[in-house]
DNA sequence: CTTGAACCTCTAGTCACTAGAGGATGTAGG
DNA sequence: CCTACATCCTCTAGTGACTAGAGGTTCAAG
């Protein structure tokens, strides 16, 4: 019922050296090992190995998803700290669409240029020239 | 009237060690030298460097960067490949904020279990079971 | 001539992997 | 039992765009 490690990989959709580089860095325990020094995982691996692959997808950084993990290993204390680092990564993913959006709008308005020579582009010249910008801002 | 790294630095906005390895990636030539060897800049790199700091704050990463640069020294060309340039990167742009938007829009949705224990926690669940997301597809 | 801010080079660290070298193991078929 | 060979192992180095720090030198003001 074990499972090596390229099963444990396409079970839970992560790479391999992937695998071995969340047990290098505490996310995935040490897994037991055949004689010949190969790992063997359980379903509990697979678990966790596809909560920390949902939660890099949703954008969480590693040391949020060590932070989350802890946490799972105290079911009947309140998920408060579960939600302010939710609620902390949320913020962050606001933060950059703001900033995307606003770059977004900016390259937007500079390639409203019809083509011409280098010497006379808009883009060009945006980018020489900060002062031509809608916003400041930035 | 030449400028020291320092002045460079102050009057493009650009940290010091920044400057160095714009340097040492070939962003920036190789200024002339004192006998004591420290960087002397003139008016000319403040454009060049004033261009540089405004495409990476639009996001541009460095080797578009080096591509408009290039482009910039053949001022009687067409602009075409300018604008290929800005809207590939536009391009991306939009697709991250659209991938960021998904993202945003199921953390929302997490964040609504009202505070209880972890082990009845609504985030942890989604977390540990990708087929509670909205979207499927990520 | 002295002080000290600013400069110099070089190496290593950041994040979350990815790639590759060079070799060992495990398993299926004969 | 033996042979392929896919898969596994460890280790080092690379990615992008910087940032930090060590250890030493230069420049300009007073």
């Known amino acids: 019922m074990s499972l ?29 090992r055949t004689e010949g020094q190969q790992r063997r995982y359980g379903q ?5 190995l596809n909560f920390i ?21 105290t079911p009947d204390r309140s998920c408060g700290e579960v939600h302010d680092i939710t609620k902390a990564h949320l913020a962050e993913v ?13 390259l937007e308005a500079m390639v409203t240029c ?5 010497s006379e582009c808009r883009i060009i010249e945006v980018l020489a020239d900060h002062g ?5 801002e930035h």
Chains 1, 2 share one sequence.
């Open 53 to 73: 692959r949902h939660a890099r997808e949703l954008g969480f950084e590693v040391e949020a998803i060590r932070q989350l993990l802890d946490l799972t290993g």
């Open 132 to 136: 031509q910008c809608q916003h400041a």
């Open 94 to 106: 606001k933060d950059k669409i703001a900033r995307l959006t606003a770059l977004r709008d900016e």
């Open 44 to 48: 509990d691996d697979v678990r966790r």
């Open 114 to 118: 019809d083509h011409r020579r280098i």
């Open 4 to 32: 090596t490690i390229g099963a444990l990989s396409r079970q839970a959709q992560v790479k391999v050296p992937t695998i071995r580089y969340y047990e290098q860095i505490g996310l995935l325990a040490e897994p037991s």
